[in-house]
Nanobody, 121 residues
Framework: QVQVVESGGGFVQPGGSLTLACSVS????????IGWYRQAPGTQRDLVAV???????LYGNSAKGRFTISRDNPKNAAYLRMNRLNPEDTGPYYC???????????????WGRGTQVSVSS
């Protein structure tokens, strides 16, 4: 069993900054990718950013140039630094992790319950 918990969401004015954290715990051999996704009302979950085991990063179009994803492997955690936020960034942000339970079994996905980000004046 693997637990994924997000934190750091809240209310911020346009142009402000916010940092989200994703903490992973439980039984696993190794965490591979850690990603952040946003889901606006009535829409699918869209990629914000993902970081691989060795720090390789991929960003969604809305995040490019404004957000930075990073990870701390000893802490089993990842972070999303969001700068120059605008109202379109509003929504629940979900952390997705891909893990191996052992050295031989296939990769398994886990999701957190989300943390809310609200950008408004």
């Amino acid at each position: 069993q693997v637990q994924v918990v997000e934190s750091g969401g809240g209310f911020v004015q346009p142009g402000g900054s916010l940092t989200l954290a994703c903490s992973v715990s439980g039984d696993f051999f190794r965490i591979l990718d850690i990603g952040w996704y946003r889901q606006a009302p009535g829409t699918q979950r869209d990629l914000v950013a993902v970081v691989g085991l060795y720090g390789d990063q991929l960003y969604g179009n809305s995040a490019k140039g404004r957000f930075t994803i990073s990870r701390d492997n000893p802490k089993n955690a990842a972070y999303l630094r969001m700068n120059r936020l605008n109202p379109e960034d509003t929504g629940p942000y979900y952390c997705n992790v891909k893990v191996r339970t052992n050295q031989h079994d296939p990769v398994v996905d886990y999701w957190g319950r989300g943390t809310q980000v609200s950008v408004s004046s």
